[in-house]
């Protein structure tokens, strides 16, 4: 499986930005997720989303300001960045997996990096204050 991420940047706090993360049409059944890291930190999950239960998922730091959608005819999965902040500089990564992006055993959604087995490179994003 391999994914393609673009559309990272610079830009200043406050604007905006929208990564797309190409993917093989099987996937997009399952989920795909964003992920970033930022420097010396660890690379965490911010959004998710699974068109099996049409059903997608934030982190709280990015809740309201960020949008994941999807477009199965281009196999691309998006998230629209808004009013961005310096906070929000790191290197941005698409993953994918086999599952649905919530557990159904336990509610919780899959936002660790150690559960999903497919990578897009990342791409930068860089918000100057």
């Known amino acids: 499986v391999q994914l393609q991420a673009s559309g990272g940047g610079l830009v200043q706090a406050g604007g905006s930005l929208r990564l797309s993360c190409a993917a093989p049409?099987?996937?997009?059944?399952?989920?795909i997720a964003w992920f970033r890291q930022a420097p010396g930190k660890e690379r965490e999950g911010i959004s998710c989303?699974?068109?099996?239960?049409?059903?997608?998922e934030y982190t709280d730091s990015v809740k309201g300001r960020f949008t994941i959608s999807s477009d199965n005819a281009k196999n691309t999965v998006y998230l629209q960045m808004n009013n961005l902040k310096p906070e929000d500089t790191a290197v941005y990564y698409c993953?994918?997996?086999?599952?649905?992006?919530?557990?159904?055993?336990?509610?919780?959604?899959?936002?660790?990096?150690?559960?999903?087995?497919?990578w897009g490179q990342g791409t930068l994003v860089t918000v100057s204050s």
């Open positions: 989303i699974s068109k099996t239960f049409n059903s997608t």
């Open positions: 993953a994918a997996d086999f599952f649905q992006c919530r557990a159904l055993l336990n509610g919780k959604w899959y936002s660790g990096k150690y559960e999903y087995n497919y």
């Open positions: 049409e099987r996937t997009f059944s399952y989920a």
